[in-house]
């Protein structure tokens, strides 16, 4: 049989939103001309009409699409798909019959399905032992905490009790909706912690992409909307500073003692848990500290004040372990002791706390004491600092904050604060 005369070719949909075409992210379909046919079939991949050249029928070269697909992937798959028409039409002359459109469109949909059916087979992935590969590489590369190798750890954990014969393929838009609702209804997470949750994930699956694991790019555009109340920040104020500080502690907990020296030392120094924990003698200068954080790396220096400097000097002839100048316990056990010492204080102030189940909103009211932890420190130092009248950019120097955004939630406490302390004056 005579060859079969045919035109194939690759162009952009046309298409129109409000009457006005669209140039962004188009379709790029194959186009089979023959026998009085016209097919159009779709190609699955997307591009912008500036970076199309319609002469040669494929993406300029360097160009990439918002699935930050290259040009020369995109290219390389259309010229599958027209090697694959080929070879149907090849086929159909050597059994000696021109084919229908529906006949052409049939050994197509089988030629591709056959493909993708042996590549899956031949690539199958462990997805669970992906997740191990992420966070051995991703820990080293980034010297992870204990802390942050935990959370990937509960992370791959409620994955697999989600699903144990999960892929990449999975997590389609429908699959990404799937695992939320599980973290909701079965794990019973907040929309706060759902959203961390998912940006673990999401973090894993770019990873998994860059390393051609993941060929699945639905993650990218998958923004679920979850409800969220803003954080409450728990800190004290001075007046609750002066309340711990002169609370009296009973013969029989004694032991708080060193938690209040080791939290009010925090306070006035703004120092991560971490970093005071990891304290040591040659940290301390004359009158500042200078130290490395653990948790970002930075070289602090952190001046000195009266009470930060008593607290050194209260164990300057205590010899801790390791060279540390401060008496600090687990963060764990620290924790549960400061709810008891806060407690002890009266710091009892009602606080209000709100946030999400999907669209259940939950109000909780609990004592301040019942709120704080070894963080609140910390955040203490940043807002009373900032009350006080200290600039932002001094107080970032002290605490190692990298911009402002950061600093927002505190600013709007601070200056609620001296909103506060200006209406004393009312009384006078």
Not at 1 to 11: D, G, L, P, Q, W
Not at 104 to 120: D, G, R
Not at 354 to 378: C, E, F, S
Request: aromatic share 12%; proline share 3%.
């Amino acid at each position: 049989m005579n060859t079969i005369k045919r035109n194939i070719i690759f162009t952009l949909e046309n298409r129109k939103k409000d009457n006005i075409l669209i140039v962004e992210n188009v379709p790029i379909r194959m186009r089979v001309i023959f026998a009085n046919n016209r097919i159009d079939f779709s190609t699955g991949y997307r591009i912008d009409v500036s970076k199309w050249e319609k002469d040669k029928e494929r993406v300029k070269n360097g160009c990439t699409n918002k699935l930050k697909q290259s040009s020369s992937d995109i290219n390389t798959g259309l010229s599958e798909y027209y090697s694959c028409v080929q070879n149907i039409f090849k086929n159909f002359e050597a059994q000696g019959f021109i084919p229908s459109a529906e006949q052409l469109k049939k050994e197509f949909k089988t030629a591709i399905q056959s493909e993708s059916s042996e590549e899956s087979t031949s690539k199958k992935i462990d997805f669970i032992a992906v997740i191990d590969e992420f966070t051995t590489e991703m820990g080293r590369q980034n010297n992870w905490t204990d802390a942050t190798f935990q959370k990937f750890t509960t992370m791959k954990k409620h994955l697999k009790s989600f699903n144990p014969n999960l892929d990449f393929d999975f997590f389609t838009e429908s699959g990404l909706n799937d695992y939320i609702i599980y973290l909701r209804d079965d794990k019973k997470m907040r929309n706060s912690t759902i959203e961390k949750q998912l940006s673990f994930f999401k973090w894993f699956l770019r990873w998994a992409d860059k390393k051609g694991y993941n060929k699945n790019k639905a993650y990218e555009f998958f923004r679920p909307k979850l409800k969220k109340a803003p954080k409450t920040v728990i800190f004290l104020t001075v007046e609750e500073l002066t309340k711990l500080t002169n609370c009296i502690i009973p013969d029989k907990k004694q032991y708080l003692e060193r938690v209040r020296d080791v939290f009010l030392f925090t306070c006035y120094s703004g120092l991560r848990y971490s970093d005071a924990y990891n304290l040591k003698k040659n940290n301390v200068k004359k009158d500042h500290l200078d130290f490395i954080t653990k948790k970002t790396g930075d070289r602090l220096i952190v001046e000195l004040n009266k009470h930060s400097e008593s607290i050194l000097e209260k164990y300057k002839h205590i010899n801790f372990e390791e060279s540390k100048v401060l008496p600090v316990i687990t963060n764990q056990n620290m924790n549960i002791y400061l709810k008891e010492l806060a407690e002890l204080a009266k710091i009892n102030e009602p606080v209000s706390e709100t946030h999400y189940k999907g669209n259940q909103r939950i109000d909780i009211v609990r004592p301040k004491y019942a709120l704080i932890g070894t963080h609140a420190g910390r955040r203490s130092f940043v807002c009373n600092a900032l009350a006080l009248g200290i600039p932002a950019q001094v107080v970032m120097k002290w605490t190692g904050h990298s911009d402002f955004k950061s600093m927002k939630p505190y600013i709007g406490i601070a200056d609620s604060i001296k909103a506060a302390a200006m209406s004393k004056f009312n009384t006078i």
